[in-house]
């Protein structure tokens, strides 16, 4: 005679109707007080027992039975809209979206959460790279779906992550270098030859981010105090239509009721369309002081600029719209053509570049710049990532606020490391 079972394991009946066993298991109560019970099916004993078993363990484990036929494409928009979008800022929920569109899902999308294998996440990232993606692009992708389906397990659509299970590609350059001093010199005497040069001198000599400097306001500088607040980043926000769809536009932007997409108490302020202000990257403002040669190049650019400033942008275009991040492409590579740095060829949009052409630097190098020299320079990595606003906490613990007196010898060790363009 088999075991009896014990309460709360389930129970084994044979369906003579359907010639099958049917195990049957208690899950908590219904909103209305009814019992809610968890069936199974098997054509022998044995196999209806096995499955019960398995139930019983993913309700244990999980608090409930795993939803496993819950697709990649299903969960993915679910995890986009409800995870995502209402904690994440535009620009990174821009690029977990095109991670999910451009990447995953042409490669799992009709799969099942629950049967993905590590097989498929490497199959993902290796596609990235046999599209002649960088590395770190690999890496970005790697990280999405690992993101993605940490959220399913712990919402019980699947038992493991297996993206964990599987090593992320090689770390590679993937473009992000540092420009050499003698390079940098270049740039910067270059740079005093525009009228809003001093753009470019913040770039390398505080390493502030792209959207950093486009969305730095009048009142980022306190010239009283030789002091610089990183407050605002100029990032682009879509849109999403607010009509329900009714309004028959296919782009949400044309909607009359469109909406921006921001996470809910998100500070933000629109400047002109889809261009918004947005706090920094690490949600937090970051003083750094301003050492006399950046302090100069701002006060003369500022006295001399007399245009249209309706956003109170310090670097803006000539009737006072902000600068987009691909203008600041653009004239960063006609900088570094003019500096003597990049060949013609290397100063098109990379749309335009014919095949070939050697790797051009980006605004990022000048980021990197800043942080590779100081770190040259053996400035503590504590006060390096304190200026350039790292996100990391182990690097910037221990520092409330780097306009110290250390922060400030930092940066003047930097000027004086260009002291070659500095000399005008």
Request: net charge positive; glycine share 8%; aromatic share 4%.
């Amino acid at each position: 005679m088999p075991k009896k079972r014990s309460h709360g394991d389930g129970g084994l009946f044979y369906v003579k109707s359907r010639g099958l066993w049917r195990g049957v298991i208690d899950d908590g109560f219904h909103p209305d007080g009814r019992r809610r019970q968890r069936t199974v099916t098997g054509k022998t004993r044995m196999i209806a027992r096995d499955k019960l078993v398995a139930l019983r363990k993913e309700i244990d484990a999980h608090g409930a039975p795993l939803d496993k036929a819950v697709t990649v494409e299903a969960w993915a928009e679910h995890w986009l809209r409800t995870v995502c979008e209402p904690s994440m800022k535009p620009a990174a929920l821009a690029g977990y979206e095109s991670a999910v569109r451009k990447w995953i899902l042409p490669v799992l999308r009709k799969k099942r959460v629950s049967a993905l294998k590590p097989s498929d996440v490497r199959t993902v990232t290796q596609s990235v790279t046999a599209a002649g993606r960088a590395v770190s692009s690999a890496q970005k992708v790697h990280a999405v779906l690992s993101s993605m389906l940490e959220a399913a397990r712990m919402d019980g659509v699947c038992a493991k992550n297996v993206a964990q299970d599987v090593t992320p590609p090689g770390r590679g350059e993937g473009g992000r270098g540092a420009l050499d001093t003698d390079v940098a010199l270049r740039v910067l005497q270059a740079a005093l030859n525009r009228p809003d040069g001093s753009r470019w001198w913040f770039a390398i000599l505080t390493g502030m981010r792209q959207g950093e400097r486009l969305g730095a306001t009048l009142d980022s500088a306190d010239l009283a105090r030789h002091e610089f607040t990183v407050q605002w980043s100029l990032t682009e926000v879509r849109f999403r239509h607010g009509c329900n769809d009714t309004c028959g536009k296919t782009r949400a932007g044309a909607c009359l009721q469109r909406r921006l997409i921001v996470a809910p108490g998100m500070t933000h302020r629109q400047l002109d369309g889809r261009l918004c202000l947005v706090r920094p990257k690490s949600g937090n403002a970051r003083t750094f002081p301003l050492i006399p040669a950046l302090e100069d190049v701002l006060t003369t650019y500022l006295a001399g600029d007399t245009r249209p400033n309706p956003h109170g942008l310090i670097w803006r275009n000539d009737d006072g719209s902000p600068i987009t991040p691909e203008q600041d492409q653009a004239e960063w590579r006609s900088l570094l053509l003019e500096a003597g740095v990049i060949t013609p060829e290397q100063a098109l949009p990379p749309r335009d570049r014919p095949a070939g052409t050697p790797e051009t630097p980006t605004t990022h190098f000048a980021r990197h710049t800043t942080a590779t020299v100081l770190m040259e320079l053996g400035v503590d990595a504590k006060v390096i990532g304190e200026i350039v606003g790292h996100m990391d906490v182990r690097t910037t613990r221990g520092y409330q606020h780097v306009s110290s007196a250390e922060a400030r010898r930092a940066l003047e060790a930097l000027g004086a490391h260009f002291a070659g363009a500095l000399a005008r």
